[in-house]
């Protein structure tokens, strides 16, 4: 099965009207872009056709791995720097510094929305339609809870929510109330901004920092025309590379003639590409999908076991200690993979502490941690979680019945709803999103169970 694509594009520009809309944006995008020197390579379309939802990109003759598909001049991407009040975000530069990072782009992208000549007026027209994304931040509350309970996504939409919110009255409208010449009432809004920053969230891209410059900020985000319109598989077939002159989105598999183009997102689970992009991969197709256990799980389930009050003030000790190590958080979580736990190095800490006898922990404690002195049998690997000592399974085990009580369903189900077509087909697109979720979810919860048994 193809993925859900991230986009539903509609043809007019963002703020137009159906009136005055091209029927259909792609000659004016292709336009834009020779005359930009974007250049397309003569195997691959622009396309509604053959794409798994929207626009998307379409081989129009078999591709080779390596190919270049598209070239786009660093002059082409839309940035605070590239932007026509590029000068005045760098002038402003310190009062618009935010938690994001986000605020100079997104000030660029109201400036040239409103802007009546703007030089990327043929490349918003190829955007969604702002009111129709699909991100869960635009769900009604209500909904959110009810269809993600567990899975961590209304948790991070109720952060991003605050954070905008705070963002947008603090930043963004003190600086456009103070230049109106440069944005017009009608772009002073606060449920525009919200869309602008999930439409940044799901298309734009940031450019990775060279190895030499670890120690820098990250990079600020940029719209890239034509890789924004290449759709997601964590099998994808296509990356984006960066170089001084410009970016290039290279073939990285075979594509054969008529297949759709794919970028990646980065390693992403389900849970985050519904968050992020407003879609996810049907089971089983996603390969980087991730179960949470909260830090705090563990912490609770290694509780249930204590009866005394020394034995809960040892625990608490022991936590704190492995809080020193910087091993766990009140807010963090282990994350499990489908083959792989990619926290290994958290979790096998957080367990072997916990489990420790006080004469254990006492010693352990002395040596302020065990340096390299790590046991082949301690290895948290998926396939060793069976050979751990019964200490470790019984906590990990109880971590995972915790986890899964977050949840409103259980995973049987959730199985009898994706295994009746006829029953699945009724459910709305976000039950079925939502249902995907929480299935992928469960199933390497599941797994740990079995594992822990």
């Given at each position: 099965m193809a993925t859900e694509a991230k986009r539903r594009r509609v043809a007019e520009p963002v703020?137009?009207?159906d009136a005055d809309a091209d029927p259909d944006p792609v000659p004016g995008f292709l336009?834009?872009?020779r005359q930009v020197g974007l250049e397309l390579s003569p195997k691959v379309a622009v396309s509604r056709q053959g794409t798994v939802a929207g626009y998307g990109m379409v081989a129009r003759e078999s591709v080779r791995p390596?190919?270049?598909?598209?070239?786009?001049?660093r002059a082409a991407l839309l940035s605070q720097h590239t932007c026509s009040i590029g000068g005045l975000l760098e002038r402003e530069r310190g009062a618009l510094q935010s938690q994001s990072g986000w605020v100079p782009l997104l000030l660029a992208l109201l400036h040239e929305l409103q802007a009546p000549a703007s030089p990327w007026s043929p490349y918003f027209a190829l955007w969604p339609e702002l009111g129709r994304l699909e991100h869960p931040m635009f769900w009604p509350?209500?909904?959110r809870r009810r269809l993600l309970q567990g899975t961590g996504v209304p948790e991070a939409v109720e952060k991003d929510l605050a954070n905008i919110r705070s963002e947008y009255y603090s930043i963004v409208l003190p600086f456009m109330e103070t230049h109106p010449d440069l944005f017009s009432p009608r772009v002073r809004s606060l449920e525009l901004y919200r869309q602008l920053v999930a439409l940044v969230m799901a298309y734009s891209f940031q450019e990775p920092l060279e190895e030499e410059e670890d120690e820098k900020e990250p990079n600020s985000p940029l719209m890239v025309p034509a890789a924004d319109i290449l759709n997601h598989l964590a099998n994808h077939n296509a990356n984006l590379e960066y170089s001084p002159n410009c970016l290039r989105m290279v073939a990285t598999q075979p594509i054969p003639k008529g297949h759709e183009i794919f970028n990646t997102y980065g390693q992403m689970a389900n849970w985050q590409l519904i968050h992020m992009y407003g879609f996810v991969e049907p089971y089983p197709d996603n390969t980087d999908d991730t179960a949470d256990i909260q830090m705090v799980t563990v912490r609770e389930a290694a509780l249930q076991g204590t009866k005394a009050?020394?034995?809960?003030?040892?625990?608490?000790?022991?936590?704190?200690?492995?809080?020193?190590?910087?091993m766990v958080g009140e807010e963090g979580a282990f994350v499990i993979g489908r083959e792989e736990i990619l926290t290994?190095?958290?979790?096998?800490?957080?367990?072997?502490?916990l489990c420790?006898?006080?004469?254990?922990?006492?010693?352990?404690?002395?040596?302020d941690g065990w340096g390299d002195n790590k046991r082949e049998e301690d290895s948290l690997t998926i396939t060793n979680i069976p050979k751990l000592k019964a200490s470790w399974r019984q906590l990990l085990r109880d971590s995972v019945l915790l986890t899964?009580?977050?949840?409103?369903?259980?995973?049987?189900?959730?199985?009898d709803l994706l295994g009746n077509k006829e029953v699945y087909t009724k459910l709305s697109w976000r039950e079925q999103q939502a249902l995907q979720v929480r299935y992928g979810q469960k199933m390497i919860l599941h797994q740990l169970l079995e594992l822990t048994s």
């Amino acid at each position: 099965m193809a993925t859900e694509a991230k986009r539903r594009r509609v043809a007019e520009p963002v703020g137009g009207s159906d009136a005055d809309a091209d029927p259909d944006p792609v000659p004016g995008f292709l336009s834009w872009c020779r005359q930009v020197g974007l250049e397309l390579s003569p195997k691959v379309a622009v396309s509604r056709q053959g794409t798994v939802a929207g626009y998307g990109m379409v081989a129009r003759e078999s591709v080779r791995p390596g190919e270049l598909l598209f070239a786009v001049p660093r002059a082409a991407l839309l940035s605070q720097h590239t932007c026509s009040i590029g000068g005045l975000l760098e002038r402003e530069r310190g009062a618009l510094q935010s938690q994001s990072g986000w605020v100079p782009l997104l000030l660029a992208l109201l400036h040239e929305l409103q802007a009546p000549a703007s030089p990327w007026s043929p490349y918003f027209a190829l955007w969604p339609e702002l009111g129709r994304l699909e991100h869960p931040m635009f769900w009604p509350e209500e909904e959110r809870r009810r269809l993600l309970q567990g899975t961590g996504v209304p948790e991070a939409v109720e952060k991003d929510l605050a954070n905008i919110r705070s963002e947008y009255y603090s930043i963004v409208l003190p600086f456009m109330e103070t230049h109106p010449d440069l944005f017009s009432p009608r772009v002073r809004s606060l449920e525009l901004y919200r869309q602008l920053v999930a439409l940044v969230m799901a298309y734009s891209f940031q450019e990775p920092l060279e190895e030499e410059e670890d120690e820098k900020e990250p990079n600020s985000p940029l719209m890239v025309p034509a890789a924004d319109i290449l759709n997601h598989l964590a099998n994808h077939n296509a990356n984006l590379e960066y170089s001084p002159n410009c970016l290039r989105m290279v073939a990285t598999q075979p594509i054969p003639k008529g297949h759709e183009i794919f970028n990646t997102y980065g390693q992403m689970a389900n849970w985050q590409l519904i968050h992020m992009y407003g879609f996810v991969e049907p089971y089983p197709d996603n390969t980087d999908d991730t179960a949470d256990i909260q830090m705090v799980t563990v912490r609770e389930a290694a509780l249930q076991g204590t009866k005394a009050e020394a034995e809960k003030l040892l625990l608490y000790e022991r936590w704190d200690f492995l809080c020193k190590l910087e091993m766990v958080g009140e807010e963090g979580a282990f994350v499990i993979g489908r083959e792989e736990i990619l926290t290994e190095e958290e979790l096998t800490s957080t367990l072997k502490v916990l489990c420790m006898s006080p004469e254990e922990f006492r010693e352990f404690k002395d040596q302020d941690g065990w340096g390299d002195n790590k046991r082949e049998e301690d290895s948290l690997t998926i396939t060793n979680i069976p050979k751990l000592k019964a200490s470790w399974r019984q906590l990990l085990r109880d971590s995972v019945l915790l986890t899964l009580q977050n949840y409103a369903t259980d995973l049987k189900s959730e199985q009898d709803l994706l295994g009746n077509k006829e029953v699945y087909t009724k459910l709305s697109w976000r039950e079925q999103q939502a249902l995907q979720v929480r299935y992928g979810q469960k199933m390497i919860l599941h797994q740990l169970l079995e594992l822990t048994s």
